[in-house]
């Protein structure tokens, strides 16, 4: 796996080379005493936000995923049924020994370079390789630093693609293909739905791989925080997921919230009990 890191801002670098220049030691220099100090505070942020929300929304993901079980008419829509489809495709072609890392290093990077841009950075140099990438911008933050691990960049394409040909062409007219005497019934969006769980799949996919490798992505705000924030996000863009996937009133929005309540509750009262 290559790897993929943001490099360093161009007012970040001059200041490292500052920093060695002076006599003091870069250790106990004061700009590196108030970075580990920063990384001090997102890892206690981590510690007592981060995660027990990501674990409530975790839980009740699999609470939820549990009802439409039961429900068996969720795992009959459309929508379920052409995402894991797609997914299922994506797991085949993994297994079959392809890897498409130049494809994922240049949604790494152009993650970078758009949450960058986002928030007002220049970009003074980007590329990409199967080997690795970098972005050189005047810009750092949690946000850019952290955005191919939190944005399924491909599946976003997706999504935008579909967006503007569904203004143009109803996506949901069934159509009929004739192949001989056999004529096969198609919907558009069941095409859509196939690329993003595709798409979804491999950023899941390369995100994991990714995550276990010394990134300077995760050092640079901390691992536990950082993987903590991937973690959550990656949860919600999944309950998003399931909630327009879900057919049913009673797995809707409110549902979702008076069950991530009630697991919050639940999870309040068993520590409560536990430990005091």
């Given at each position: 796996?290559?790897?993929?890191?943001?490099?360093?801002?161009?007012?970040?670098?001059?200041?490292?080379?500052?920093?060695?220049?002076?006599?003091?030691?870069?250790?106990?220099?004061?700009?590196?005493q108030k970075l580990r100090q920063v990384k001090s505070m997102k890892r206690v942020l981590g510690a007592l936000l981060l995660f027990p929300l990501g674990l409530?929304?975790?839980?009740?993901?699999?609470?939820?995923?549990?009802?439409?079980?039961?429900?068996?008419?969720?795992?009959?829509?459309?929508?379920?049924?052409?995402?894991?489809?797609?997914?299922?495709?994506?797991?085949?072609?993994?297994a079959s020994g392809w890897r498409p890392v130049s494809s994922y290093v240049f949604g790494h990077e152009v993650s970078h370079l758009l949450v960058a841009r986002a928030f007002g950075g220049k970009i003074l140099d980007w590329d990409f390789s199967a080997t690795g990438g970098y972005v050189e911008t005047n810009k750092s933050n949690t946000w850019i630093t952290l955005a191919p691990y939190l944005l399924p960049f491909y599946s976003l394409i997706v999504l935008l693609l579909f967006g503007v040909v569904g203004m143009f062409w109803n996506l949901h007219d069934l159509?009929?293909?004739?192949?001989?005497?056999?004529m096969l019934k198609f919907k558009p969006v069941w095409f859509f739905y196939a690329m993003l769980g595709?798409?979804?799949?491999?950023?899941?996919?390369?995100?994991?791989?990714?995550?276990?490798?010394?990134?300077?992505?995760?050092?640079?705000?901390?691992?536990?925080?950082?993987?903590?924030?991937?973690?959550?996000?990656?949860?919600?863009?999944?309950?998003?997921?399931?909630?327009?996937?879900?057919?049913?009133?009673?797995?809707?929005?409110?549902?979702?919230?008076?069950?991530?309540?009630?697991?919050?509750?639940?999870?309040?009262?068993?520590?409560l009990g536990r430990f005091w």
């Amino acid at each position: 796996m290559p790897q993929n890191t943001f490099r360093a801002s161009t007012k970040e670098r001059s200041l490292r080379r500052s920093d060695r220049a002076q006599l003091t030691s870069l250790g106990r220099h004061p700009r590196q005493q108030k970075l580990r100090q920063v990384k001090s505070m997102k890892r206690v942020l981590g510690a007592l936000l981060l995660f027990p929300l990501g674990l409530i929304t975790a839980l009740t993901l699999g609470e939820m995923l549990w009802r439409a079980m039961v429900r068996l008419e969720f795992w009959r829509t459309e929508e379920v049924v052409f995402f894991l489809v797609g997914g299922l495709a994506w797991a085949v072609t993994y297994a079959s020994g392809w890897r498409p890392v130049s494809s994922y290093v240049f949604g790494h990077e152009v993650s970078h370079l758009l949450v960058a841009r986002a928030f007002g950075g220049k970009i003074l140099d980007w590329d990409f390789s199967a080997t690795g990438g970098y972005v050189e911008t005047n810009k750092s933050n949690t946000w850019i630093t952290l955005a191919p691990y939190l944005l399924p960049f491909y599946s976003l394409i997706v999504l935008l693609l579909f967006g503007v040909v569904g203004m143009f062409w109803n996506l949901h007219d069934l159509h009929q293909i004739g192949l001989g005497k056999v004529m096969l019934k198609f919907k558009p969006v069941w095409f859509f739905y196939a690329m993003l769980g595709l798409t979804w799949c491999f950023h899941a996919t390369f995100t994991w791989k990714t995550v276990f490798i010394e990134q300077s992505d995760l050092q640079r705000n901390g691992e536990f925080f950082s993987m903590q924030l991937i973690f959550l996000v990656n949860v919600l863009l999944l309950v998003a997921l399931f909630l327009a996937a879900s057919p049913s009133p009673g797995l809707g929005l409110a549902e979702v919230g008076r069950c991530w309540l009630a697991t919050a509750g639940a999870l309040w009262n068993f520590f409560l009990g536990r430990f005091w």
